[in-house]
């Protein structure tokens, strides 16, 4: 993967990044796949055209949008 990967302790998800944009003072959107043994709680249709809401641009969001079996596609957004 061209940025790496994330898995945390106790996780059930395994996060392989394709994109990432931002910096340590602004905010971060990144893209890519997931594992997860578990369904996202979050999972959309698609994820075309999706934006953080502006009247909560404080709150991190992760969404997915499954792919097939355990494979998910993801967006998240952290604010800076």
């Known amino acids: 993967m061209p940025r ?9 998800e395994v996060d392989f990044y394709y994109w990432i944009i931002g ?5 971060d959107t ?3 796949y997931a594992y997860s043994k578990r369904p996202p709680a ?9 934006r953080p809401d502006p009247n909560n641009a404080d709150d991190t969001i992760k969404v997915y949008r499954h ?3 355990n494979w998910y596609l993801f967006y998240e957004y952290i604010p800076g």
Do not use: C, N, Q, V
């Not at 790496?4 to 059930?12: D, I, K, L, T």
């Not at 910096?23 to 905010?27: D, E, G, R, T």
């Open 42 to 50: 979050e999972t959309l249709s698609s994820l075309d055209g999706y």
């Open 23 to 27: 910096s340590a003072i602004s905010s």
């Open 67 to 69: 792919i097939r079996g």
């Open 4 to 12: 790496g990967f994330r898995s945390e302790a106790f996780s059930y």
């Open 30 to 32: 990144a893209k890519g």
